[in-house]
């Protein structure tokens, strides 16, 4: 296929969505709410006034993370994201959307034991501000590009085009747990699944593990985030922090090529995913199977 041909797919493909002029996937709010808003040093904080008394602790929190979030990755926001506080749901979540750019937290901390002894906000905003970094870090070359030509949903679509879920949430993962006491990491909840699957000789690929089959009719395969905590877990120890911006570079860069990641997985440590994968299955079987 010759040049012109790709690019004019690629184009359609970028064009090919619906003329939303935004896109909150979410429940509405409850049309009685007064919002109030707080200007911090790195963000814009947007919550309800009944959140007043606790809102300057939230604040407090929020540009506390942004520091320690965006460091490792080499890249300041260059914009005050907007971060909505929900205190409407029973749900204990959080996201970061990118067309348009905001986050929103659900304030209500879990009652499944969900992180152990540890506390839900702290943990939520390393999370998702680590999102925001990402989203901030994947903007260049290519990505930009597209930005700049189909504005956010230009950015996200060729975003999430060379990085899978897995290297978004598992990356995330990875720095909740390094930045604080408590995360996933330090969890035997969280791995169990793939701990009874190794020490039962169940192995799940690369691929399998990656495109997001999270169970079939005789196993449960582990999700991106426990996946994904383990690979970059793997990457950042063996080849740096410095290796591992240098494939989100490649992949904001080129984003416009099909399996960038894995172009760039290649290039900057000589060894394919699947190898990757495979050498990280064969320490976490040691790992269980000594302790």
Not at 182 to 210: I, P
Request: hydrophobic share 40%; charged share 15%; glycine share 8%.
């Amino acid at each position: 296929m010759n040049n012109k041909k790709y690019f004019l797919i690629l184009f359609f493909l970028l064009t090919c969505v619906y003329s939303f002029s935004q896109t909150l996937d979410n429940v509405q709010f409850p049309s009685n709410i007064k919002w109030k808003q707080i200007e911090t040093k790195y963000f814009v904080l947007i919550f309800p006034e009944e959140l007043s008394d606790q809102a300057k602790d939230f604040a407090t929190l929020v540009d506390a993370c942004y520091p320690a979030d965006s460091m490792s990755l080499g890249v300041k926001a260059k914009k005050k994201w907007p971060i909505i506080i929900n205190n409407t749901l029973s749900e204990s979540n959080g996201y970061v959307a990118s067309a348009p750019e905001f986050s929103e937290l659900y304030s209500i901390t879990p009652q499944t034991g969900f992180l152990g002894s540890g506390t839900w906000f702290p943990a939520l905003c390393s999370h998702e501000i680590r999102h925001i970094m990402q989203n901030e870090k994947i903007q260049r070359g290519f990505t930009a590009f597209s930005g700049w030509i189909f504005g956010n949903y230009g950015t996200s679509i060729t975003s999430h085009f060379a990085l899978p879920s897995w290297v978004w949430e598992g990356d995330a993962v990875l720095t909740e747990t390094l930045l604080s006491s408590q995360g996933r990491g330090r969890m035997a909840q969280f791995e169990r699944g793939l701990r009874t699957n190794t020490l039962n000789g169940v192995r799940s690929g690369y691929d399998k593990s990656s495109l997001g089959t999270y169970g079939s009719y005789n196993k449960r395969v582990q999700s991106w985030y426990v996946m994904g905590y383990h690979l970059t877990t793997y990457i950042r120890q063996n080849y740096g922090i410095d290796g591992y911006n240098k494939i989100l570079e490649i992949s904001g860069n080129f984003s416009c090529m099909p399996l960038i990641l894995n172009i760039a997985v290649k290039h900057v440590t000589g060894k394919s995913l699947k190898l990757m994968a495979y050498m990280r299955n064969f320490l976490i079987f040691q790992e269980f199977s000594h302790v």
